[in-house]
């Protein structure tokens, strides 16, 4: 194995985990030795290709992920407007379940 990735923070904890948990280790060293035994232009296409897929799935999870904190960017800004009393005409401090009782006329 790379002497590199071998030296990275976390690195035997992450091997005990792989090894011991998930039993992944031949089909590591397997994909590993492939891998290496590519031509050099072969690797680097594959490389591009992964590349280019890690790129493309952070900028869905962006994309995702704005939104989510634009619904509750809205959301909060509501709860915020009904708590200080200015949708008091639409709905009054005295509840929901109070306004939602008088719709229903009960």
Do not use: C, H, R
């Not at 992964?50 to 900028?59: D, E, H, N, P, S």
């Not at 992920?65 to 634009?70: D, F, G, P, T």
């Amino acid at each position: 194995m790379n002497e590199w990735i071998m030296g990275l923070p976390f690195y035997s904890q992450i091997e005990g985990i792989i090894n011991d948990t998930l039993g992944l280790s031949g089909l590591i060293d397997e994909g590993y030795a492939f891998f290496t035994g590519l031509n050099v232009v072969v690797q680097l296409l594959a490389l591009a290709i992964v590349a280019i897929i890690l790129v493309m799935g952070f900028f869905e999870l962006l994309k995702k992920l704005s939104k989510i904190i634009v619904v509750v960017g809205i959301l909060v800004g509501l709860y915020l407007l009904y708590d200080g009393g200015a949708l008091d005409g639409i709905i009054p401090s005295s509840g929901v379940v109070n306004v939602l009782l008088t719709f229903i006329a009960w």
